[in-house]
Structures are given as structure tokens and as C-alpha cells.
């Protein structure tokens, strides 16, 4: 990320863009969200300055956050390591304040630690959730975003997540390590940091929600037959390109610099974890 900023910033420009032609209704778009605001879902969202990044950018277009539901295995504990709980407050509050200076309501953040804690509080039908006094949690996505976040069989589940969970219309971004079997070992693992991001290389890739039913109901956000359709995208190209440029290009930083303050930083906030679980 330090060695080559850019193929992230492009990814969030193109996820921007999207969004900024919807709002402005450029070449026949329009939103596909609802006029109460767009509900945001990050995987792997970590320690949420690219998150951070891409809301202040789709609010700055002129969009209204609904919802933002953040997942990432980090949030598990009782409670969350303090630099995760740090994270979390400071972002929480950001959001707070945002809204109140474009005269907005507060976007309503939720935050689980596994997938499939989200998708039953968030998707699955009231008849078989856990969480009764959830409806106004069941709503589509809008836009469901996974950058970098790497596990066993991550493509394949994000991609069924994505059916089930997003509106019609909706976006899934995905910025993700490439093919399980072109970066696997011997052993049939995939080489992870300390923080669960891939240290394979990336790829670009993005689809939309479709009927295939071709139903264009407004009352019904849900598809009837959901269809992800993939999309191709001339701004989703250049941070291919960028992903191509990570090859023969030299980084933006000192690496080795880099990994001597990632280590620094990672000693930190074990240190700030150890001290949390003694006070």
C-alpha cells in the first residue's frame, strides 16, 4: 500500500465515479439508491482510513450516507484491541460530524466481525433471524466494497453475499488477491501479513446487481432473480493498469523504511493491547 498508493487511489476514484454519474445522471445513469441515502458495506475494513477516504468522497458528491456496516475479523472481542476501539470511536464520530455539516442525519455505523454475523442481522428475512427487532437493519446494500481483506475461499463467498445482499442496482467493488490457485504453496495456503491483507497480486474487478427476471419495480429494491452482471468500466481499467505498473515500476517509498515503521507501529499497538488487558 505504501510501495504503490496508487492503484488503491484509483480504485476508490472509480467507485467514486460510479457514483458521482449516477447522482448527476451523466450518459442516462441515476441513483440506484434510495433518496433516504446510500448503505454502505466494507469487508475487511481494518482500521478504516480507506473507508474513510471513499465516504467523505461519495458525500462530497452529494450523496446522503444511510448506513455503514464495517466487517472485519479484528472487531471480535470483548472488547476489540484499544487501537481497534480507537479506530472505530474516532471514525464513529467523524461520521457524526460530517453529517451534521452537510445538514444530513447521522449515518447509522454497525460493525461485525464475521460475514455471516452481518448477513443474518442485516440480510436474511425476519422469520429466520436471530435479531427480532431488527427490520430497519434489513435493507439491500448499496454498495459493498472489499479491498485487500484475504481468507480461504473469500471470492466465492463475497460473490454469494453480494447476491443476497445487494439492491438492485447495486455496486460490489472488489480490490482482491488473484486467483486462489495462481498464488497458493505446496501447501495450499495463501500468504497473508500480520493484519490479514494478501501479499498476492492484486486484481480489479466489479459487478452490479441485475434481475434476471428484468423486473424494474421501485417499490421492490430486492431483485426477484438476483444477477450479478460484471462490469467493465474505463476508470476500473487504469487501476488495472496501476496494478500492471506495480510490476515494472519503482515504489513510491522506501520499502525497507516502510517496513521498519510498520514493525514499529505493529510493536506499538501490541504494547497498547497488553496494557489494555491489564487495566
Known amino acids: 500500500r505504501l510501495a504503490w498508493p496508487q492503484v488503491r487511489s484509483r480504485f476508490r476514484d472509480f467507485i467514486v465515479g460510479r457514483i458521482r454519474d449516477a447522482q448527476n445522471n451523466v450518459e442516462g445513469r441515476c441513483p440506484w439508491w434510495s433518496p433516504s441515502g446510500l448503505r454502505y458495506t466494507s469487508i475487511g475494513s481494518g482500521q478504516l482510513l ?3 477516504e471513499l465516504i467523505e468522497r461519495i458525500r462530497y458528491a452529494g450523496v446522503r450516507i444511510a448506513q455503514i456496516c464495517l466487517v472485519d475479523t479484528v472487531y471480535a472481542g470483548s472488547p476489540p484491541p484499544v487501537d481497534i476501539r480507537r479506530a472505530l470511536r474516532e471514525f464513529t464520530d467523524w461520521q457524526r460530524a460530517a453529517s451534521q455539516l452537510c445538514r444530513h442525519e447521522p449515518a447509522e455505523v454497525l460493525v461485525f466481525s464475521e460475514v455471516w454475523d452481518y448477513y443474518e442481522s442485516c440480510c436474511e428475512s425476519e422469520s429466520s433471524s436471530a435479531f427480532p427487532d431488527s427490520e430497519r437493519y434489513r435493507q439491500p446494500c448499496d454498495l459493498l466494497v472489499h479491498c485487500d481483506a484475504a481468507w480461504p475461499g473469500a471470492d466465492e463467498e463475497l460473490e454469494q453475499l ?8 447495486g455496486l460490489f467493488a472488489q480490490l482482491s488477491q488473484q486467483a486462489v490457485a495462481d498464488v ?3 501447501a495450499g495456503s495463501t500468504e497473508v501479513n500480520e ?16 434481475d434476471a427476471q428484468g423486473t424494474s419495480e421501485a417499490s421492490q429494491p430486492r431483485p426477484s432473480q438476483p444477477l450479478l452482471v460484471e462490469l467493465e468500466d474505463e476508470m476500473l481499467d487504469r487501476c488495472r493498469e ?16 516502510a517496513r521498519i515503521l510498520a514493525e514499529a507501529r505493529e ?7 497488553k496494557r489494555g488487558k491489564t487495566a
Open 242 to 257: 496501476a496494478i500492471e505498473d506495480t510490476k515494472v515500476s519503482e515504489p513510491k517509498c522506501d520499502l525497507q523504511m
Open 162 to 169: 453480494a447476491s443476497v445482499s445487494l439492491s438492485r442496482g
Open 184 to 186: 497458493t504453496d505446496v
Open 267 to 273: 510493536k506499538a499497538q501490541q504494547e497498547a493491547r
Open 195 to 210: 493484519r490479514g491483507h494478501s501479499l498476492a497480486p492484486l486484481m480489479a474487478r466489479a459487478w452490479i446487481q441485475m
Open 50 to 52: 480507506f473507508d474513510l
